[in-house]
C-alpha cells in the first residue's frame, strides 16, 4: 500500500546532541510536510517542500532544518535538541496545493510520527 | 489568517450513545473543513473533509460533520459510539493556494462501558 513511512518511531537523544529523523513517501506526491507535536497539543506545521523549494514557517527555530533529496524522501534535522523539543515529529504528503473549488490537491496524508525524546 | 477552537477538551461517552464534537473555524472566505483522528502513538488518520457543496459530509468510521456557515461551525457526529473510537480527534481549516492547515487544540473522546 501507497504510504508515509516515519523512522525511526521513538527517538531518545541526549541535550544538545543532533537528531535526525526520516520521512519516506510512496504517493509520489509533491508536497512534504514537517509537523511538531508537543503533548496535548495541536501540530504545528515547522516548514514544507514543494518539490525542491523550501518553505519555512516564520516562526521555526533555526535549530530546526529539513533536507529533500529527492521526491520520496524528506529528512528532519534537530541540531542542538533541548527539553523543550521533546515532541511527536509528524510528516505529511500531499498532491499539492489547493486550487479554488478542487476536491482533492490539499489533503495531506500522515506518517505515524516519531515520538522524541530529550534527556 | 485562519484559526480553529475546539471548546471541549476532553468528552466521555458511553457505548452506544451518539456522539457530537464540536468545532469552529475563523476565515475570512470559504474554508476547507477537515477532521482527523489519531490513537495514543499514532500519526493523524482524515476521517473527512469538507470543500463545497453539499453541507452534510459523510466520513469514514461511521462519522459525519455538518458545516454550517451562518454559525462558522463544523461539527463532528457519530450515531452509535464503539470503544474503539476512543482517541483524539482534530479539527483542522485550510484555504486555497499553499495549503497550510490549522489544527484546534483537540478534543480527546474517552468511551465508558
Known amino acids: 500500500d501507497a504510504m508515509v513511512i516515519q523512522n525511526p518511531r521513538y527517538q531518545v537523544t541526549q541535550f544538545g546532541k543532533p537528531v535526525t529523523l526520516s520521512c519516506s513517501q510512496t504517493l509520489n506526491h509533491n508536497v512534504m510536510y514537517w509537523y511538531q507535536q508537543k503533548s496535548s497539543q495541536a501540530p504545528k506545521l515547522l516548514f514544507h517542500y514543494y518539490d525542491k523549494d523550501f518553505n519555512n514557517e516564520a516562526d521555526t527555530p533555526d535549530n530546526f532544518q529539513s533536507r529533500r533529496p529527492n521526491t520520496s524522501f524528506c529528512f528532519l534535522d534537530i541540531r542542538s535538541p533541548g527539553l523543550g523539543d521533546a515532541a511527536m515529529y509528524l510528516c505529511?504528503?500531499?498532491?499539492?496545493?489547493?486550487?479554488?473549488?478542487?476536491?482533492?490537491?490539499?489533503?495531506?496524508?500522515f506518517g505515524a510520527g516519531s515520538r522524541l525524546t530529550v534527556l | 489568517a485562519q484559526s480553529v477552537t475546539q471548546p471541549d477538551i476532553h468528552i466521555t461517552v458511553s457505548e452506544g450513545a451518539s456522539l457530537e464534537l464540536r468545532c469552529n473555524y475563523s476565515y475570512g472566505a470559504t474554508p476547507y473543513l477537515f477532521w482527523y483522528v489519531q490513537s495514543p502513538g499514532q500519526g493523524l488518520q482524515l476521517l473527512l473533509k469538507y470543500f463545497s457543496g453539499d453541507t452534510l459530509v459523510q466520513g469514514i468510521k461511521g462519522f459525519e460533520a455538518e458545516f454550517k456557515r451562518s454559525q462558522s461551525s463544523f461539527n463532528l457526529r457519530k450515531p452509535s459510539v464503539h470503544w474503539s473510537d476512543a482517541a483524539e480527534y482534530f479539527c483542522a481549516v485550510g484555504a486555497t493556494g499553499f495549503q497550510k492547515l490549522v489544527f484546534g487544540t483537540g478534543t480527546r473522546l474517552l468511551v465508558s462501558p
Open positions: 505529511a504528503t500531499s498532491t499539492g496545493y489547493a486550487l479554488a473549488g478542487s476536491s482533492g490537491a490539499n489533503v495531506l496524508t
